[in-house]
């Protein structure tokens, strides 16, 4: 008889990213990059279309690579003994260029703000509420570093009601942030809503 939910959540350990993590990091993202050559790289790049085809895979491993090992990428990771499960990544909005080209998430007031803008679970994690203590750990060591304002970009569910498909999701769903007290501050876009948390 399998695990439930909560038992499985129950044993897991859930950390910031340390220097010395890319072996964990490879060992979750995989050969793939978590999602098509990603590599945690999305919101890093500044454009998409040709640029993001000239950097995906190789060349994205090799730059999130190096910027786990400066300690300049900022995250969560989740482990299920020796084995990496989850991600959940933050940062300071500025570190984040992508997000300026999405006219759903423009804003003037970006100087001071935080975000939590990515996810990846291994198969078999999601669905027990790992999003939820991945991104309550990120705002917790937002908190540790003075940070005043989140954002997030969780996704919404399908005009039926739906969940999206995993590769979809990345950037989490709307009821793990409501549940820690973001509220919608933006929807220039019916997918793709602006959520803030004041600490």
Known sequence: MGMSKTEKTARLTIRELRKTDWSAVKELFGQ??????CWCMHWRTPHGGKMWDAVKGEPNRRAFK?????????????FDGNH??????????????????VKAYRRADISRLWAINCFYLARGYRG?????????AAVRAIKRRKGKLVEAYPVTLTKDGKKLPAAFS???PEAVFRRLGFEE????????????LEL
């Open 66 to 78: 190096k910027l786990v090992e400066s300690g300049k990428a900022r995250g969560i990771l989740a």
């Open 84 to 101: 990496t499960v989850g991600w959940c990544s933050f940062g300071r909005r500025v570190e984040f260029p992508r997000t300026e080209t």
């Open 32 to 37: 793939k990059g978590a999602c098509g050559g």
């Open 185 to 196: 501050v933006q929807r220039l876009s019916p997918s793709r809503p602006l959520y803030r």
């Open 128 to 136: 027990i509420g790992l999003s939820r203590q991945l991104a309550e």
């Open 170 to 172: 990345y950037t989490g």
